[in-house]
């Protein structure tokens, strides 16, 4: 008998107080987007499934009455969304994603690393100790803003100092568009604090270092130990990865809830609008510059400096803008130049196989 997902194809009722408990579909963070791009037939022929999780033998994929194993795929990571086909788990077609999360991968292979897919919400995570850095911070938002997600600023631990409004006021200098939350990781209120962003269907991820508390929010929206935790080391501030792979939580409240572990290294690539959204003010400026390819060195006419000579912009906010910039422009080429040459290797593969079957 086909499984009727005629329910599951657009939410419905937005008065919080009319709208039934979300379905499992819902609760994974099925949308209408996702919808919209497939037909009734195809629902029941091949359901629709979320990567929880990725390991070595396969995709761990849930649906609404599917828990299961698909073949390995570099071109998914956790959040996406694929329809199941049972007969072939290995074609299950992947969905158009709402939103993607990457970096460039660590290392010298010039490779992109996908962090997420889907995501809705991302918690940039820091706390009040050595851990919090104004510049990493910067990173973490443009990557939200580039992959189109609403970024959120979580500061934890305010027990560690004596006034923890001097982190609020940092962050919230990052950019107006952030939100910026100072809050207890093990603290009763902390549903309640982050309920604008974790309702039914909605998912979130928990990005930032090792240490800072990703583990413990989750637990404290689950209501359970969902995920491990260890204390910091005292003599740096520095964590101990006790999340080793990114796994997604659907929560009792209908949210799905991304665990990620910590980044030691954040390399921007593809993220010039994301940068552009974070540093806004520069970039407005630099378009009043005389030159269209001034680097706001030396140059004459030079509104960025001009401005700095001004006071009315921050000599350190313009030193990460432009070091960012020049490390995204030049991934982005790398990057792109490595593309390139495996896409020629591959026509060269295709070229010599073809001569040996003549």
């Given at each position: 008998m086909a499984r009727n997902f005629e329910k599951f194809y657009q939410l419905t009722g937005t008065d919080k107080a009319e709208r039934p408990r979300p379905s499992r579909l819902e609760s994974?963070?099925?949308?209408?987007?996702?919808?919209?791009?497939?037909?009734?037939?195809?629902?029941?022929?091949?359901?629709?499934?979320?990567?929880?999780?990725?390991?070595?033998n396969g995709?761990?994929?849930?649906g609404q009455e599917i828990d299961t194993l698909v073949p390995p795929n570099a071109e998914v990571t956790v959040g996406d969304w694929l329809l199941y086909d049972q007969d072939n788990p290995g074609s299950s077609r992947i969905l158009n994603?709402?939103?993607?999360?990457?970096?460039?991968?660590?290392?010298?292979?010039?490779?992109?690393?996908?962090?997420?897919?889907?995501?809705?919400?991302?918690?940039?995570t820091t706390s009040c100790n050595k851990d919090f850095n104004i510049a990493r911070l910067e990173r973490y938002v443009a990557l939200a803003f580039e992959a189109e997600v609403d970024p959120?600023?979580?500061?934890?631990?305010?027990?560690?100092c004596e006034d923890s409004s001097r982190y609020r006021v940092e962050a919230e200098s990052i950019s107006d568009r952030v939100p910026v939350i100072v809050l207890d990781a093990r603290g009763s209120d902390v549903e309640t604090q982050l309920s604008d962003w974790c309702g039914p269907g909605q998912t979130v991820a928990f990005l930032g270092s090792s240490g800072v508390g990703k583990s413990t929010?989750?637990?404290?929206l689950s209501g359970t130990q969902t995920s491990a935790t260890q204390e910091i080391r005292e003599d740096d501030s520095k964590g101990r990865h006790t999340t080793t792979r990114r796994q997604l939580h659907i929560?009792?409240?209908?949210?799905?809830?991304?665990?990620?572990?910590?980044?030691r290294e954040l390399q921007l690539t593809d993220a010039?609008?994301?940068?552009?959204?974070?540093?806004?003010?520069?970039w407005t400026?630099?378009?009043?510059?005389?030159?269209?390819?001034?680097?706001h060195e030396t140059e004459p006419g030079c509104a960025v400096l001009e401005a700095l000579d001004k006071g009315s912009i921050d000599q350190a906010r313009l030193k990460h803008w432009k070091k960012l910039v020049a490390e995204e422009q030049y991934n982005t080429a790398s990057l792109a130049e490595r593309r390139s040459s495996d896409k020629a290797f591959g026509k060269m593969v295709r070229r010599i196989q073809k001569d040996n079957r003549k």
């Amino acid at each position: 008998m086909a499984r009727n997902f005629e329910k599951f194809y657009q939410l419905t009722g937005t008065d919080k107080a009319e709208r039934p408990r979300p379905s499992r579909l819902e609760s994974l963070g099925w949308k209408p987007f996702f919808a919209q791009q497939i037909s009734m037939e195809e629902l029941n022929d091949t359901p629709p499934v979320r990567v929880t999780e990725i390991h070595r033998n396969g995709l761990h994929a849930v649906g609404q009455e599917i828990d299961t194993l698909v073949p390995p795929n570099a071109e998914v990571t956790v959040g996406d969304w694929l329809l199941y086909d049972q007969d072939n788990p290995g074609s299950s077609r992947i969905l158009n994603r709402k939103s993607l999360i990457k970096r460039r991968a660590p290392g010298s292979d010039r490779q992109v690393q996908l962090i997420a897919a889907n995501i809705d919400t991302a918690f940039i995570t820091t706390s009040c100790n050595k851990d919090f850095n104004i510049a990493r911070l910067e990173r973490y938002v443009a990557l939200a803003f580039e992959a189109e997600v609403d970024p959120v600023i979580i500061i934890t631990k305010p027990d560690l100092c004596e006034d923890s409004s001097r982190y609020r006021v940092e962050a919230e200098s990052i950019s107006d568009r952030v939100p910026v939350i100072v809050l207890d990781a093990r603290g009763s209120d902390v549903e309640t604090q982050l309920s604008d962003w974790c309702g039914p269907g909605q998912t979130v991820a928990f990005l930032g270092s090792s240490g800072v508390g990703k583990s413990t929010l989750v637990n404290s929206l689950s209501g359970t130990q969902t995920s491990a935790t260890q204390e910091i080391r005292e003599d740096d501030s520095k964590g101990r990865h006790t999340t080793t792979r990114r796994q997604l939580h659907i929560l009792p409240m209908g949210c799905a809830v991304l665990d990620t572990p910590g980044m030691r290294e954040l390399q921007l690539t593809d993220a010039q609008s994301g940068l552009a959204d974070v540093f806004s003010d520069l970039w407005t400026l630099s378009t009043q510059c005389r030159f269209n390819d001034c680097q706001h060195e030396t140059e004459p006419g030079c509104a960025v400096l001009e401005a700095l000579d001004k006071g009315s912009i921050d000599q350190a906010r313009l030193k990460h803008w432009k070091k960012l910039v020049a490390e995204e422009q030049y991934n982005t080429a790398s990057l792109a130049e490595r593309r390139s040459s495996d896409k020629a290797f591959g026509k060269m593969v295709r070229r010599i196989q073809k001569d040996n079957r003549k």
